[in-house]
């Protein structure tokens, strides 16, 4: 089955300073890559996903981007914010948009620093 | 304003006795997740259902889990008997499936449940 490995397990970073999360996948034929934001207390909460025919995606402050020969992809936050500290899970599945499932990284613990 | 619903938001509990964790999905979603979310393992899959359909329950230890949807509106996930170790997060996820496309996954706010 599936293996995401997520890394750094915590990150701290000045507010204002960019993030950056790394994740790596063992099954080729997964094609679907979403970053979940969790806050405490709550649910996962989608904040941008990627496909496996596109390179890179941006969505104001977040961006990720695919790398599919070397089976990684990443998460930027550019101008960090106090709201941004959270965990951030990566994670990947064969089904579009992981309509049978998910298997998520392990996490990073996002601490924006004032 | 939609969202997944799950009940309860805690429960504690002593060992071997019986477990209930309800959820109730988007309104319209046709595919429905149970996810476990432990400090060690992280979130795992334990199955999901498709027009109340289990499709995949190979992420749940067999003996003491059940999963199942009565209706549309309700998912339910039992744990008979229940032991320490499964104590966790439990949370629960919604989605619709349409021709080849799938909307994103909607979590609850999970049922943290604690056995002692």
């Known amino acids: 089955g599936e293996n995401v490995e997520q890394h750094p397990s915590t990150l701290s970073v000045q507010e204002g300073d960019s993030a950056v999360i790394k994740c790596t996948y063992s099954d080729s034929a997964s094609n679907y890559f979403p970053w979940y934001k969790q806050e405490l207390g709550k649910g996962p909460q989608l904040i941008i996903d990627?496909?496996?025919?596109?390179g890179e995606k941006k969505d104001q402050r977040i961006a990720v981007t695919l790398n599919k020969t070397a089976k990684h992809f990443s998460l930027h936050i550019t101008e960090t914010q106090p709201e941004d500290s959270a965990v951030y899970f990566c994670a990947a599945s064969r089904s579009g948009g992981g309509a049978d499932g998910l298997t998520f990284g392990k996490g990073t613990h996002l601490i924006i620093q004032p | 304003d939609a969202r997944v619903t799950q009940t309860p938001r805690d429960k504690v509990t002593e060992m071997g006795q019986e477990v209930t964790m309800r959820c109730q999905p988007i309104?319209?979603?046709?595919?429905v997740f149970w996810y476990r979310q432990t400090m060690m393992q992280g979130l795992e899959l334990l199955a999901y259902?498709?027009?109340?359909?289990?499709?995949?329950d190979s992420g749940m230890p067999k003996d003491r889990f059940s999963a199942e949807m009565p209706d549309a509106t309700l998912a339910t996930l039992k744990i008979q008997p229940s032991e320490p170790r499964d104590s966790a997060v439990y949370f629960c996820?919604?989605?619709?499936?349409?021709?080849?496309?799938?909307?994103?996954?909607?979590f609850g706010p999970g049922t943290r449940l604690t056995v002692l």
């Open positions: 996820a919604s989605g619709l499936v349409f021709g080849t496309s799938f909307s994103e996954q909607f």
């Open positions: 259902f498709r027009n109340r359909a289990p499709l995949d």
């Open positions: 309104l319209g979603h046709n595919t």
């Open positions: 990627i496909r496996s025919n596109v």
